[in-house]
């Protein structure tokens, strides 16, 4: 159903408008992407939007050279205990502001 979709010109990393995908894509857009494709859909209030794929997401991590670090933190933090799992997600999460975005993506999202 993903029909509207911007393709770099250097990658495979998408984005697709909400209004092109619905729950079939979810493995594309994620779940939460995918349910306000659905929303749309239905006509429910949901503003007009956009979607970056799992795929740019992904790209985004790799360029930065942070996917595998995250990887393997979220692997060794089944051993961890409630602060452990707290001071983790703090650090992945500065570790995926810190990706930032890849001036392909940015390019296709500013259309």
């Known amino acids: 159903m993903v029909d509207t979709i911007a393709r770099h010109k250097s990658d495979s ?3 697709a408008a909400l209004a092109s995908v619905g729950a079939a894509d979810a493995p ?7 349910n306000l494709g659905v929303l ?12 970056v794929t799992a795929a740019a997401y992904l790209d985004a991590l790799d360029r930065a050279g942070s996917r595998e670090e995250l990887r393997a933190g979220t ?9 452990q799992i707290s001071e983790f997600a703090a650090r992945a ?3 995926v502001r810190e ?3 890849p001036d392909g993506l940015a390019d296709s999202i500013r259309g």
């Open 13 to 15: 990393a998408v984005i």
């Open 28 to 34: 594309v857009v994620g779940g939460k992407g995918a």
């Open 40 to 51: 749309t859909a239905g006509c429910l209030p949901v503003p007009t939007g956009f979607v």
């Open 75 to 83: 692997a060794e933090s089944r051993d961890f205990s409630d602060e």
């Open 93 to 95: 999460r500065k570790r």
């Open 99 to 101: 990706a930032g975005v």
